[in-house]
């Protein structure tokens, strides 16, 4: 069954949602604990989720692209890049960040075409399917085991 423009708004909806949920519920002291396995704090990870907010609009993208368009993408060094570029932000810039790319993203789905989110695609993470299942499947595994190490510092 594939998944509707409706399945992937409301899935990056609810990862909003929980992800300024979290992010609110921390006190400061708990921005700098080490969160995750290699090596983030708690805010690194945040400014990780805040810019992983627009992967519907980079994975549509990447189908959108002619085949063999952009080459292959270091996810690491990618990841890395994006933090380092964001935590330098207070959590109210980020939470802005977050929402912006959110809407941003939201603007993408709605106006591609129902027969691109149908199409195959291979994310660079080697997620593979019909793009609108692997978009959903990204925030909700990838994301969704963020928000978890996220939570943590809540603890």
């Known amino acids: ?32 604990q080490g969160v995750y396995e290699q090596g983030w704090n708690a805010k690194q990870l945040f ?7 627009g992967v519907a609009g980079f994975l549509i993208g990447i189908a959108s692209a002619p085949a063999g368009a ?8 990618w ?10 932000k207070s959590v109210l810039e980020l939470l802005s960040h977050l929402r912006t790319s959110c809407e941003r ?5 709605q106006s591609a075409p129902a027969a691109l989110l149908s199409s195959q695609i291979r994310a660079p993470w080697g997620a593979q ?7 959903v499947q990204s925030i909700r595994e990838h994301g969704g085991t963020h928000l978890a190490d996220l939570r943590a510092a809540v603890a």
Not at 70 to 77: K, W
Not at 105 to 109: E, H
């Open 79 to 88: 990841n890395a890049q994006r933090v380092s570029a964001l935590e330098g």
């Open 129 to 135: 399917g019909p793009l609108g299942r692997v978009i």
């Open 70 to 77: 952009g080459g292959g993408v270091d996810v690491d060094v």
């Open 105 to 109: 993203d939201i603007a993408a789905v």
């Open 47 to 53: 400014c990780h989720l805040a810019e992983n907010s």
């Open 1 to 32: 069954m594939p998944v509707s423009k409706n399945d992937i708004v409301t899935t990056i909806r609810e990862s909003q949602r929980e992800i300024e949920k979290v992010a609110s519920s921390l006190a400061d002291s708990a921005w700098s």
